[in-house]
C-alpha cells in the first residue's frame, strides 16, 4: 500500500494572498504530498444576502482571497510543476453571483467605455445541494427556478511569476491564475512552469458552477475543500498553463484581445504535440486544426482566457508530460481507497 505524506491548511484571516508572487510561503512541502485545503470564496465570505452589494462590502483589490503560497521543495526554475486535483467540494450550501458596475461582458467596462449606463447592481444566492449534486438558480423577477448540475471547480491556480513581478489574483497570465476554466475540475492534472526556487503556487476561488466565458463576470463564488496531489516534472519547461484529464490535453491562453488569448492556447498544443507526440510542426498544426475543441474560459477579466483542447484517443499511445498525470490519477485512487 502506497504511504502518504498528508498536510492540511485552512488560513486565517490574515493569512490570505492577494497576489500571485511577492507573498511569503505559508507552508513548504515536498514533491509527492496530499494536501487538504480550505479556500474562501472571491468575496471573502462577504457577500451573503442580496443586500450585501459587492460595492458596498468589497473594499478592492481585495478579492479572490489565496490559500498559500507554498513552497515546494526542489522546484527550480525551468522545472514544472503538476497540481493533481483529488477532490474539490463545496464547504458552504450556498454560492453568491453578482452584477457589478464595470464590470462583465455586456455592460460597459473601464476597457470599454460606452456611454450607457452600466447594468443595475444586483445579488443572486444560490443553494448547493451536494447530497443531490445540485445548483439551483432562482429568479428575481417571478417564480422561475431551474436546478443546475453542481459542477465544482477552482477559477484560481498559480504560481509566482519570473522577474520579480507580483501579480492580482485577478489576473490570469502565464504564470495561471484567474484562468477561471470549468475544466479546472476534479481528475485533472494542472501543469505549470516554475518561475522561481520553490514555485510558490497558491489557489482559490471556488466555483460551485460556471459557464462557459463567465459572462457577468461572476460564477456561483463558494468556499472550497479542495484535496491536492502536489508533484514536480524536474528539467521540464511549461511556458503556458496545462491541463491533462482521462480523456483530453488542454493548453490555456490568456491575453487581450480574444483572438490573442486562442492563438496563444492553440499555438501551446500545437507545441505539446511535437514535444510528447514527435509530430511535425505543420503535421500538429493541421491535427489541431481538425480536431480541436475551444471553449472560452472567460471573457470579463484583465486577461481573457481560452482552452484548446485535444482528444487523447487521436494521439499516438504515448503518456504525455512524462505520464505524470497516469502516476497522479493512480495515487489518488490509492489515496482514496
Known amino acids: 500500500m502506497t504511504e502518504f505524506n498528508v498536510v492540511s491548511f485552512s488560513p486565517e484571516p490574515g493569512q490570505f494572498a492577494w497576489t500571485f508572487g511577492g507573498v511569503p510561503p505559508v507552508m513548504k512541502v515536498r514533491p509527492g504530498t496530499v494536501m487538504r485545503l480550505w479556500s474562501e470564496d472571491a468575496f471573502g465570505g462577504r457577500v451573503?444576502?442580496?443586500g450585501d452589494l459587492v460595492s458596498?462590502?468589497?473594499?478592492?483589490?481585495?478579492?479572490?482571497?489565496?490559500?498559500?503560497?507554498?513552497?515546494?521543495?526542489?522546484?527550480?526554475?525551468?522545472?514544472?510543476?503538476?497540481?493533481?486535483?483529488?477532490?474539490?467540494?463545496?464547504?458552504?450550501?450556498?454560492?453568491?453571483?453578482?452584477?457589478?458596475?464595470?464590470?462583465?461582458?455586456?455592460?460597459?467596462?473601464?476597457?470599454?467605455?460606452?456611454l450607457s449606463e452600466p447594468l443595475p447592481e444586483r445579488i443572486w444566492v444560490y443553494e448547493i445541494d451536494v447530497s443531490r449534486e445540485a445548483v439551483i438558480f432562482r429568479a428575481q423577477s417571478g417564480e422561475y427556478s431551474v436546478e443546475l448540475p453542481l459542477d465544482p471547480m477552482l477559477g484560481t491556480v498559480g504560481v509566482a511569476p519570473a522577474a520579480?513581478?507580483?501579480?492580482?489574483?485577478?489576473v490570469p497570465d502565464m504564470f495561471g491564475g484567474n484562468m477561471?476554466?470549468?475544466e479546472m475540475r476534479a481528475g485533472v492534472t494542472c501543469y505549470l512552469g516554475v518561475n522561481v526556487e520553490g514555485a510558490l503556487f497558491s489557489l482559490?476561488?471556488?466555483?460551485?458552477?460556471q459557464g462557459e466565458g463567465e459572462t457577468c463576470g461572476v460564477a456561483v463564488e463558494t468556499a472550497m475543500d479542495t484535496v491536492v496531489l502536489v508533484d514536480l516534472i524536474k528539467s521540464r519547461a511549461t511556458s503556458w498553463p496545462r491541463l491533462e484529464s482521462d480523456d483530453y490535453l488542454m493548453s490555456i491562453g490568456s491575453s487581450r484581445p480574444l483572438e490573442d488569448a486562442f492563438r496563444i492556447a492553440h499555438a501551446d498544443l500545437v507545441g505539446w504535440l511535437q514535444q510528447d507526440f514527435g509530430l511535425e510542426p505543420l503535421d500538429a498544426y493541421q491535427l489541431v486544426t481538425q480536431a480541436a475543441e475551444t471553449p472560452i474560459a472567460n471573457a470579463v477579466d484583465p486577461n481573457y482566457s481560452v482552452v484548446?483542447?485535444?482528444?487523447?484517443?487521436?494521439?499516438?499511445?504515448?503518456?504525455?508530460?512524462?505520464?505524470?498525470?497516469?502516476?497522479?490519477?493512480?495515487?489518488a485512487r490509492s489515496f482514496r481507497a
Open 308 to 331: 484548446a483542447k485535444i482528444r487523447k484517443s487521436y494521439l499516438p499511445t504515448v503518456d504525455a508530460a512524462a505520464g505524470m498525470h497516469t502516476s497522479c490519477r493512480e495515487r
Open 164 to 170: 520579480f513581478e507580483a501579480r492580482s489574483s485577478l
Open 48 to 50: 451573503r444576502g442580496e
Open 56 to 114: 458596498r462590502v468589497i473594499e478592492l483589490p481585495f478579492v479572490n482571497p489565496q490559500t498559500g503560497p507554498f513552497f515546494v521543495d526542489g522546484a527550480e526554475p525551468g522545472d514544472t510543476l503538476a497540481i493533481h486535483f483529488i477532490s474539490i467540494m463545496p464547504s458552504r450550501d450556498w454560492g453568491a453571483s453578482s452584477t457589478i458596475p464595470l464590470f462583465g461582458s455586456l455592460t460597459p467596462t473601464v476597457r470599454t467605455a460606452m
Open 180 to 182: 477561471d476554466t470549468p
Open 204 to 209: 482559490g476561488d471556488g466555483h460551485a458552477r
